[in-house]
C-alpha cells in the first residue's frame, strides 16, 4: 500500500504537467522513489533526479477507536456481523528532494514540486479492481531548522533542495474476516442461590 502511495506521486510528477520538460527530451523520468540516504554513494539512479523517500509512519490516532463489528445487511436487516482485525490509520511523511546537477536546476525542481501538489492536493491510486482504489491527501509540512537538520543529519548530513510532505490518510488492513451470529434467543433459567 505505502510502495502505490509513492507511486502515485512519482507518476503524478512525472506527468506533463509535472516536471517534464518538452525542452530536454532526454529527461523523461526525472521523479524516482528511492533512498536519498544513498545520494553519496555514487548511486547511478540518483543522480540528476527528484527523490521520494519516506521518513516516518505515524498511526492517526483519531481513527483507532473504530468498531471491530461490521454488519452484513441483507434487505435492510442485519443478518450476522463480521469481525474484522482492526485496519491501521496511518500518515506518511515523505521528503522530496532536489539531486539535480546543479543548484539552480533543483530549485526550480522543488518549485515545481511545491507547484504540482498545491494545484492537486488529493491522488488516487487506481487499480485494475475498481474495490481496491483509494484516494489520499498530501500537504506540505513544515518543521523548525533544528528538526530539518536533525533529518538530514540521519540521512547523510549533505542537504539539498527539498520538501516534507504529510499523506494523510492511508487505510491498511488485514484480510481475516471472522463471522459472528446474532443473537436472536435469550434463554434465561431461574437459578436459586442459598
Same mark, same amino acid.
Given at each position: 500500500?505505502?510502495?502505490?502511495?509513492?507511486?502515485?506521486?512519482?507518476? &503524478?510528477?512525472?506527468?506533463?504537467?509535472?516536471?517534464?520538460?518538452?525542452?530536454?527530451?532526454?529527461?523523461?523520468?526525472?521523479?524516482?522513489?528511492?533512498?536519498?540516504?544513498?545520494?553519496?554513494?555514487?548511486?547511478?539512479?540518483?543522480?540528476?533526479?527528484?527523490?521520494?523517500?519516506?521518513?516516518? !509512519?505515524?498511526?492517526?490516532?483519531?481513527?483507532?477507536?473504530?468498531?471491530?463489528? &461490521?454488519?452484513?445487511?441483507?434487505?435492510?436487516?442485519?443478518?450476522?456481523?463480521?469481525?474484522?482485525?482492526?485496519?491501521?490509520?496511518?500518515?506518511?511523511?515523505?521528503?522530496?528532494?532536489?539531486?539535480?546537477?546543479?543548484?539552480?536546476?533543483?530549485?526550480?525542481?522543488?518549485?515545481?514540486? !511545491?507547484?504540482? $501538489?498545491?494545484?492537486?492536493?488529493?491522488?488516487?491510486?487506481?487499480?485494475?479492481?475498481?474495490?481496491?482504489? $483509494?484516494? $489520499?491527501?498530501?500537504?506540505?509540512?513544515?518543521?523548525? $531548522?533544528? &528538526?530539518?537538520?536533525?533529518?538530514?543529519?540521519?540521512?547523510?548530513?549533505?542537504?539539498?533542495?527539498?520538501?516534507?510532505?504529510?499523506?494523510?490518510?492511508?487505510?491498511?488492513?488485514?484480510?481475516?474476516?471472522?463471522?459472528?451470529?446474532?443473537?436472536?434467543?435469550?434463554?434465561? &433459567?431461574?437459578?436459586?442461590?442459598?
Amino acid at each position: 500500500m505505502i510502495n502505490k502511495v509513492l507511486t502515485v506521486l512519482k507518476n &503524478q510528477l512525472n506527468a506533463p504537467d509535472g516536471l517534464w520538460d518538452p525542452n530536454v527530451p532526454n529527461e523523461i523520468e526525472i521523479a524516482v522513489v528511492d533512498d536519498i540516504a544513498k545520494h553519496d554513494d555514487n548511486t547511478e539512479g540518483l543522480s540528476n533526479k527528484v527523490v521520494i523517500s519516506l521518513l516516518n !509512519i505515524e498511526e492517526e490516532s483519531t481513527l483507532k477507536n473504530r468498531s471491530r463489528y &461490521q454488519p452484513v445487511v441483507v434487505e435492510n436487516n442485519p443478518v450476522r456481523y463480521d469481525k474484522e482485525s482492526t485496519p491501521a490509520y496511518l500518515n506518511l511523511y515523505v521528503m522530496i528532494s532536489a539531486n539535480r546537477s546543479t543548484y539552480s536546476k533543483s530549485l526550480l525542481s522543488i518549485s515545481k514540486v !511545491i507547484e504540482v $501538489f498545491q494545484a492537486k492536493n488529493v491522488l488516487e491510486y487506481v487499480d485494475l479492481e475498481p474495490q481496491n482504489n $483509494f484516494s $489520499f491527501r498530501i500537504e506540505l509540512h513544515s518543521i523548525p $531548522f533544528e &528538526q530539518l537538520s536533525y533529518v538530514w543529519g540521519l540521512l547523510g548530513g549533505k542537504i539539498m533542495p527539498s520538501a516534507l510532505y504529510k499523506i494523510s490518510v492511508i487505510k491498511i488492513s488485514a484480510k481475516d474476516i471472522v463471522p459472528v451470529k446474532l443473537i436472536n434467543d435469550i434463554n434465561i &433459567q431461574s437459578i436459586k442461590v442459598d
